[in-house]
T-cell receptor, first 118, second 113 residues
Framework: GAVVSQHPSWVICKSGTSVKIECRSL??????MFWYRQFPKQSLMLMAT?????????EQGVEKDKFLINHASLTLSTLTVTSAHPEDSSFYIC??????????????FGPGTRLLVL | QKEVEQDPGPLSVPEGAIVSLNCTYS??????FMWYRQYSRKGPELLMY????GNKEDGRFTAQVDKSSKYISLFIRDSQPSDSATYLC?????????????FGTGTQLKVEL
C-alpha cells in the first residue's frame, strides 16, 4: 500500500516551454500533497503544499506564477513549470499524506521526475 | 544553524558491519521522527517512523530517539551492499508546522563487499 506515482519520470524540454508533472496516490486518498525540489547531493527542498480543492501554499522564494500547482482530486496533483529555463533543471519529487492513516504525519514519496531544460 | 543537522558523509563500511546514522535537531517542538532511504535518482522511501523516546526495531533497522539531547539515530545491522543509499532523517512538530517535514541533508552510505 501507500504507493505514489509520478509522470513523467524524466523530461527534456527547450527553454521557454512549459512542463507538467503529475503526482498520483494510487491506493489511498491524499488531501495534502507536497512538491519538493532536489539538487544533486542535496536534501529535499519543499516548494509548496498542495491541498485538494484549494490554492497551494508556496514556500518563501518559490514563484507561484512559475510553478503552478493544481490539486484537482484526492488522488492527483500537478506541477506545471511555466516558461522553463535551464536553471529550473532539477529533480522534482512529490509526496502525499494518507487521509485515513492514523499517523497523519507520514508522507509517502513518488519516484521523482528529472527535468532537463536545454 | 539548520533545524536538523546530519553529517552528509560519505560513510563507507564493509558488508556485515553495524551502521550508525545520526541527526541532531534544535527545535523542541519536533516530536515525530522519520528515516527515509533514497537510492540514486529515486524518491525517498519511508523506513522508520517513531514518536517516543527510546528504540523502535524493524528487522535489521533500529531507530533511536533521545528527546532530552535532541538526538536521533538509525542503526543498520548486518549491512548489505543493497543498503547503499542516502539516508535522510526528517522531523515534524506535534502542533503547528503547517504539516511540513523538516529534513536533514542526508548521509550517503556505501556498503562494500
Amino acid at each position: 500500500g501507500a504507493v505514489v506515482s509520478q509522470h513523467p519520470s524524466w523530461v527534456i524540454c527547450k527553454s521557454g516551454t512549459s512542463v507538467k508533472i503529475e503526482c498520483r496516490s494510487l491506493d489511498f486518498q491524499a488531501t495534502t500533497m507536497f512538491w519538493y525540489r532536489q539538487f544533486p547531493k542535496q536534501s529535499l527542498m519543499l516548494m509548496a503544499t498542495s491541498n485538494e480543492g484549494s490554492k497551494a501554499t508556496y514556500e518563501q522564494g518559490v514563484e507561484k506564477d512559475k510553478f503552478l500547482i493544481n490539486h484537482a482530486s484526492l488522488t492527483l496533483s500537478t506541477l506545471t513549470v511555466t516558461s522553463a529555463h535551464p536553471e529550473d533543471s532539477s529533480f522534482y519529487i512529490c509526496s502525499a499524506r494518507d487521509l485515513f492513516q492514523g499517523l497523519q504525519e507520514t508522507q509517502y514519496f513518488g519516484p521523482g521526475t528529472r527535468l532537463l531544460v536545454l | 544553524q539548520k533545524e536538523v543537522e546530519q553529517d552528509p558523509g560519505p560513510l563507507s563500511v564493509p558488508e556485515g558491519a553495524i551502521v550508525s546514522l545520526n541527526c541532531t535537531y534544535s527545535n523542541s517542538a519536533f516530536q515525530y521522527f522519520m528515516w527515509y532511504r533514497q537510492y540514486s535518482r529515486k524518491g525517498p522511501e519511508l523506513l522508520m517512523y517513531t514518536y517516543s523516546s527510546g528504540n523502535k526495531e524493524d528487522g535489521r533497522f533500529t531507530a533511536q530517539v533521545d528527546k532530552s539531547s535532541k538526538y536521533i539515530s538509525l542503526f543498520i545491522r548486518d549491512s548489505q551492499p543493497s543498503d547503499s543509499a542516502t539516508y535522510l532523517c526528517a522531523t515534524f512538530p506535534l502542533t503547528g508546522g503547517g504539516n511540513k517535514l523538516t529534513f536533514g541533508t542526508g548521509t550517503q552510505l556505501k556498503v562494500e563487499l
